[in-house]
């Protein structure tokens, strides 16, 4: 039967239990149908000199994770270099943060080259093989390189702007070239998947667009969008729980009758941290009767704390929120709740359903897996509303949010007030046209709709 070989920048075990994100979970389900192997970093860097390059091999049931650590140079040149300081920002619009200084690309060719050959080495004439996200572009032209001829596919979690953007990437005509080494390439929405189209047909002269099916550089590939989404009943049911309800109930004791609105990311820049606090500090000014009667919590775990522009961010947001609670604050109550750590899902899960709104306002985001979080976790009967951007690829399919432009402050607060005084019949109707949104996007569908594209091609693979 043929395998499933997914290959990811980080390797999650999809055993880890509860504690295990969707996505994890769904390629994992998708793994251990068939049989399969995930294949990728482990999250150590280290020099060993007698084995530079060595995998390591963990089978569980039917799948096997094939991992290895990667050495200093390759750490910094691909992974913080070429990934996190050149596609990362340029890809979320942010062209002042992208580092021109160093020529990162050479080691970011070598790591993919390096999995390449790994994966040429166990490859079997039938396997699969789902590559993810912006860390792995080249990988297909590797393999290829190699003499592979299995169907290969790729999926892009983050944005991938417009050609106006792209121009400044360097190596972007490399890029885009090894993108045509894929049978399938997936994005998270129809805006993304044209950017593809416009950017080839300005490189490619010869470039022809049928349907589904783009041909350039010699090769049709077949480029679509397959947004995201989350294990919807799994995560209502974890709002759910006993402890779930504890937690609620603790937090209600403890809130009094104020109303709480959350915020949970990831620290990065794209998140729009800064102009959502700005946004609550607005809120507070525009309609005082907030003061004293609604608690912002704001959940970012550090990320990518080796990058500069991360370290920035981070000392600005612990300035932005000291100063808001030293203006705002009162001997029993304190505006902005901001903590700096992770947390058990089925907790999230809890301080979402507790939460009368949401901010989910990044700058840019390929989906935003908090908005559909939000949105399952509510109770149906008396549902918090989200306040989203309409820079976030979910604002495509969630056109029941309240969307806002993030930079736009004064809109924001003003959208947050009115998600704080919206009657219920209002929350009820939206809150389940928005919950169709996340059914109809669930992760389990996201991946069989990619795979089943991906398997079309078995047919025409030899042996
Ligand atoms: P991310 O940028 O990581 O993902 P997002 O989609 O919002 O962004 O997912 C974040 C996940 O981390 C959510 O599941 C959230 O619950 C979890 N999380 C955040 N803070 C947490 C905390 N303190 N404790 C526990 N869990 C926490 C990238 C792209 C996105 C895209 C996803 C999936 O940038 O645009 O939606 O991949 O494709």
Request: proline share 6%; net charge negative; hydrophobic share 40%.
């Amino acid at each position: 039967m043929s395998r499933l070989i997914v290959v990811s920048n980080r390797v999650q075990d999809p055993a880890a239990g509860p504690g295990a994100g969707g996505l994890a979970v769904a390629l994992g389900e998708a793994l251990e149908a068939n049989g399969g192997v995930w294949i990728g970093w482990d999250g150590r860097v280290e020099q060993d000199p007698l084995h530079p390059v060595s995998w390591n091999e963990h089978r569980s049931g039917n799948l096997t994770l094939l991992t290895t650590s990667l050495t200093p140079e390759e750490h910094e040149g691909y992974y913080l270099g070429f990934a996190n300081r050149v596609l990362w920002p340029a890809f979320h619009y942010r062209l002042d943060l992208v580092d021109y200084t160093t020529d990162h690309s050479r080691v970011y060719g070598a790591v993919n080259r390096r999995l390449a050959m790994k994966i040429a080495s166990i490859l079997r004439p039938d396997d699969r093989i789902w590559i993810h996200d912006y860390h792995l572009i080249p990988l297909a032209a590797e393999l290829r390189a190699t003499g592979c001829g299995n169907p290969i596919g790729y999926f892009q979690h983050i944005p991938l702007p417009p050609p106006s953007i792209l121009a400044a990437v360097p190596e972007v005509n490399w890029l885009v070239r090894a993108l045509f080494a894929y049978d399938v390439v997936g994005f998270q929405t129809e805006t993304d998947r044209l950017h593809l189209i416009q950017q080839v047909q300005q490189l490619e002269s010869e470039t022809e667009s049928d349907g589904e099916y783009v041909t350039a550089f010699g090769r049709s590939t077949r480029v679509k969008s397959y947004p995201i989404g989350i294990d919807a009943d799994r995560f209502t049911a974890m709002a759910r729980t006993p402890n779930a309800e504890e937690i609620i109930n603790r937090i209600r004791q403890r809130n009094l009758n104020r109303s709480q609105v959350i915020g949970v990311d990831r620290m990065d820049y794209s998140k729009g941290l800064p102009e959502r606090m700005e946004s609550v500090r607005r809120l507070f000014e525009l309609y005082p009767e907030n003061r004293g009667a609604m608690t912002f919590m704001q959940i970012a775990p550090t990320s990518r704390g080796a990058v500069d522009a991360y370290v920035d961010l981070h000392e600005r947001l612990d300035s932005l929120s000291g100063e808001i609670n030293s203006k705002f604050s009162d001997f029993d109550w304190t505006p902005i709740r901001y903590i700096n750590r992770q947390f058990p899902r089925e907790t999230l899960a809890a301080l979402y359903r507790a939460s009368r709104a949401a901010l989910i306002t990044p700058l840019r985001d390929g989906m935003n897996l908090v908005a559909h979080e939000y949105v399952a976790a509510q109770d149906p009967d008396d549902p918090g509303m989200p306040v989203l951007s309409r820079f976030a690829g979910a604002a495509e399919y969630m056109d029941e949010a309240l969307l806002i432009n993030p930079y736009n402050i004064d809109q924001t607060a003003i959208a947050l007030q009115t998600a704080l005084q919206m009657p219920l019949k209002e929350r009820k109707r939206r809150h389940k046209a928005l919950m169709k949104v996340v059914h109809d996007l669930d992760v389990s569908r996201w991946s069989s709709r990619f795979l089943n594209d991906l398997s079309q091609l078995l047919r025409a693979v030899p042996g």
